[in-house]
């Protein structure tokens, strides 16, 4: 059975134990194409989880997972062909040089990039020319996760999945960063990230969630999230230590 049919990410109840611990518990959400979605929890909330029901590296207990219709716990690799994901540290291989990075990368995915297909997608990440011919060994982790949405672009992937994708960049990179995320929902990519950076929520997200013990337990509009309630968000949300 097709889910919604113009929905990217379709969860519908999820529910996943590890023994008698609840990490997922009947989780809802649903993105569509060019909608950014900002996951927002305390530590044990379920982030990664989320992100690995998706990628199929686990099985609900219960409900399911849709990536552009295909079930992501029994056709894990239809789903994953749909799904582009960034981690905290993207990585490469230190030698090659971004360009080389990125047409490697496209291989491992079975797509053969010529040099200027590759770097079409690496300034349309925003690397710098400069950037693209020197080793990985010299990249910033902005510079890295910029090589990662050019994978994400060559692979025309309609999901694409960021954890806690400004953590650690300068607010320059972070800005540049959003930007880039915005030019891809643009393009119809679909978004999910975990963060825990308020403040570029705001700019970056369509849509914010806030996970808490497994459950999306609340759905802000960013446009109405001024100081005092990312102050309230945060003190209620994030700096409790995710107890249930
Ligand atoms: P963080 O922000 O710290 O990465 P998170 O929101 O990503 O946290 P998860 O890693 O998804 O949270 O964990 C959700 C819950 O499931 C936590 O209580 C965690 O201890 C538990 N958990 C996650 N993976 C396992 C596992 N492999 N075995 C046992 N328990 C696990």
Redo the contacts with the bound molecule.
Sequence with gaps: MAGESDAVLEIRGAT?R??D?L??DGLDLTLRAGEVFALL??????????V?LILGFLRADAGRVLVCGRDAGTEPVAARAETATIPEQVALYPNLTGLENLRYLATLAGLSLSRDAARRHLDEAGLAAEAQGRAAATYSKGMRQKVGVAVALARRARLLLLDEPTSGLDPAASAEFSGIVRAAARRGTAVLM?T?DLYRVREMADRVGV?RA?RLVEEIDPGRLDHVALERLYLDTLADG?AA
């Design positions: 996943v590890f023994g611990r990490a997922l929890g305390p530590n044990g909330a379920g982030k990664t989880t989320t690995n975990a825990h996970l497994g995710g």
